[in-house]
């Protein structure tokens, strides 16, 4: 069964570091997502990445965030400056449609930082 | 604030009895709900989704949905000790892209 997959599993960096969490979609989903769940919380929406721009954004999404679809298959999202309170799990997540269709989710990154 | 309300819990519930997970949406004009289960540590799962008002079965599990009261609930019959989990009510919000989750119910069967 094709599954969403993510990488790193875990990732350590120090405060004000440049992360980079990598995804890859299922293979025939157009719309691609990121969610981070801090420890103990909720499932956090951060952006929603269609025909290669962000359809929509939440206001964690700020500066220091952003998305791109470097090939065909990789979605990754970039933190420029990591912060403490960045430390979460982000899951990246994707559907064959937009507008409320099922979405899929990855194992998740767990990042810590430090 | 759009929000999706759950009762935190944990719901307690003896093995092969009925779990009923319930939850409530506000935006009127939400039409996909989902519930996900989570396992500590892991991704959220798609159990069910839903569109229509009424009841919707898939195997052990019933997701019922009625728009009126904007109330979404999850019935898991023969409950198994594996259904200990959380368990992720969550809802699209006006035909948008994203889905707001709501906090989630802990649910543990006991043996």
């Known amino acids: 069964e094709p599954e969403v997959t993510q990488t790193p599993s875990h990732q350590v960096t120090q405060m004000g570091q440049e992360v980079i969490l990598r995804c890859v979609p299922i293979s025939n989903h157009l719309y691609f997502y990121w969610y981070r769940q801090i420890l103990g919380q909720k499932v956090e929406f951060l952006v929603s990445f269609y025909n290669n721009e962000i359809s929509e954004k939440s206001e964690i999404f700020d500066d220091q965030f952003s998305v791109e679809r470097p090939d065909g298959s990789n979605f990754t999202l970039k933190i420029r400056s990591t912060k403490l309170e960045d430390s979460a799990m982000y899951f990246c997540?994707?559907?064959?449609?937009?507008?409320?269709?099922?979405?899929?989710f990855g194992p998740g990154t767990r990042l810590l930082v430090l | 604030q759009k929000e999706v309300e759950q009762n935190s819990g944990p719901l307690s519930v003896p093995e092969g009895a009925i779990a009923s997970l319930n939850c409530t949406y506000s935006?009127?004009?939400?039409?996909?709900f989902f519930w996900y289960r989570q396992y500590s540590g892991k991704s959220p799962e798609l159990i069910m989704f839903?569109?229509?008002?009424g009841d919707k079965e898939d195997g052990r599990f019933t997701a019922q949905l009625n728009k009126a009261s904007q109330y979404v609930s999850l019935l898991i019959r023969d409950s198994q000790p594996s259904d200990s989990a959380t368990y992720l009510c969550a809802a699209e919000m006006n035909r948008d892209d994203k889905i707001i989750f709501g906090k989630g119910t802990r649910l543990h069967i006991l043996p």
């Open positions: 935006d009127r004009g939400s039409q996909s």
């Open positions: 839903i569109y229509s008002n």
């Open positions: 997540a994707s559907s064959e449609q937009g507008g409320g269709e099922t979405q899929y």
